[in-house]
């Protein structure tokens, strides 16, 4: 029997490890459970799933949380504030930790159970394009085992050899490729695009995901950060890895060999797919999803990524190119420029053009920060910093905010 802590439970992400969590008692058991403010949420999850411990940043939300499952005769202890997040992720008692907060707000917690040498199963992709070189040289040092979450790195590892693991470079691979549908906007002109409204960004066709990952899939930013991800977990470089636009989502990625061979994997665009692969590695477990029926499917299509009409992508490959702060800059302007999509105070087109410019800003002023800890975070806040401070010139806006969008749920 092995203790799961979910970081991010009441997410997407964190609900389909639970599902598939909830198919393996005899297997798994939950240890922890963590949330940013939805109280009513962790409670629903608790009363499901039994934690011993529930742990939520907002101390209000705790408090609540802490009474309802009182009243309801639930053992469960309920901790607060964020650095309890960090407390579970590397609790003792632990084994196996999801990542599954969404941004940069995961990075502390992920590092806890990093340094804390837990089965790390990473699907917030934020913290490793932040700190990737931090996070993979913790992961050595104390024996970490990282496993990816993400549909395409998750594919990836499937398609290299049984002994790979992660953070070393793969043998007798000459690229990686990285699958994309498109998103909501595949066939939109760039003038359409430069008007679309949140609730049309956030609605994805083929997967169903929270409400930041899913914007940054409309504007190809999601593929542009899974190539700095890429970088991290294969210790791989920009030129041993492409892209190619794949509108059906079945294929979820590929891994090309010296010999011309190509590997992929392939299966139902389900999140429970990758994290039951990673709860169950070196298994397999049942995952609740089924197989595919190939020949309903008819046919896959290709096409090359649309670099004019989806800048972000080609900032995101500048940015891996260029190395040092420029993933940390970019991932943070990027999260302040989404936020700001989301509450309709810019275009999606302004999305680009705000990191953009704090890249360019910021790598002037970072450009002989360390990589510790430390210069993360300060690079992380100065880049917050810049773009609230250059919002205005930024902002136009007549878009809709999105009805119950909320970048930090
Ligand atoms: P989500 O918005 O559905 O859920 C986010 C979770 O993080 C929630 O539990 C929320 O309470 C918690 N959270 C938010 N802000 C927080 C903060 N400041 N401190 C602590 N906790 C906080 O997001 P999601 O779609 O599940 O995505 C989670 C991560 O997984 C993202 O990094 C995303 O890129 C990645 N990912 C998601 C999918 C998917 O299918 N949803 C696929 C691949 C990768
Ligand atoms: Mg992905």
New binding site residues.
């Given amino acids: 029997m092995r203790k799961l802590v979910v ?8 609900r ?1 490890t639970l599902d598939v969590a909830a198919r393996h008692p005899q297997r798994l058991q939950i240890h922890a459970l ?5 109280a009513d ?1 962790l409670l629903e999850l608790c009363r499901l799933h039994r934690p011993s411990i529930a742990a939520l ?1 907002d101390e209000a939300a705790a408090k609540r949380l802490r009474a309802a499952l009182a009243a309801e005769n639930i053992p469960c202890e309920v901790l607060a504030g ?1 650095s309890a ?1 960090s407390e579970v992720a590397g609790a003792s008692e632990a084994d196996i930790v999801m990542s ?4 940069a ?2 990075l502390l917690p992920t590092l806890a159970a990093v340094r804390a040498g837990k089965q790390t199963l990473i ?4 913290p490793l394009v932040m700190a990737g070189r931090l996070l993979m040289r913790e992961a050595l040092r104390s024996g970490a085992c990282i496993l990816p ?3 395409e790195h998750n594919a990836i590892f499937q398609c290299l050899p049984p002994q790979y693991r992660c953070g070393q470079p793969p043998v007798g691979v000459r690229k990686l490729l990285l699958t994309a549908s498109g998103g909501p906007f595949r066939e939109w002109s760039a003038e359409r695009i430069a008007t679309a409204t949140p609730a049309e960004a956030v609605r994805h066709p083929n ?7 899913s914007v ?1 899939s409309a504007t190809l930013m ?1 593929k542009g ?1 899974e190539l700095m991800e890429a970088s991290v977990l294969y210790g791989v470089t920009d030129a041993q890895l492409d892209v190619v636009i794949h509108p059906e989502s079945v294929i979820h990625s590929l891994v090309e060999y010296v010999d011309g061979s190509l590997l992929a994997q392939l299966g139902q665009p389900d ?1 429970r797919v990758p994290i039951a692969h990673a709860l169950a590695w070196p298994e397999r477990w049942e995952s609740g999803v089924g197989g595919l029926d190939l020949a309903a499917l008819g046919q896959f299509r290709f096409a090359s990524p649309d670099l004019e009409r989806f800048p972000c992508l080609g900032l995101a490959r500048a940015a891996l190119r260029a190395g040092g702060h420029a993933p940390n800059l970019l991932n943070a302007a990027n999260e302040i420029a989404v936020e700001r999509f989301l509450n309709g105070q810019i275009g999606l087109n302004q999305i680009p053009q705000m990191i953009a410019a704090c890249v360019d800003a910021g790598l002037g002023v970072h450009a002989n920060a360390a990589d510790d800890l430390e210069a993360v975070l300060a690079v992380d806040a100065w880049a917050r910093d810049w773009c609230r401070r250059e919002l205005q010139r930024f902002s136009v806006t007549t878009i809709t905010a999105v009805e119950g969008a909320r970048v ?2």
């Fill in positions: 970081l991010g439970a009441t997410g997407s992400v964190g389909s963590t949330a940013a403010r939805d949420g940043v964020a997040l599954a907060i969404v941004g707000a995961g699907a917030n992709k934020e979450i993400d549909s997967w169903s995901m929270g409400p930041k990952i940054d999601n950060l999140m930090h749920a």
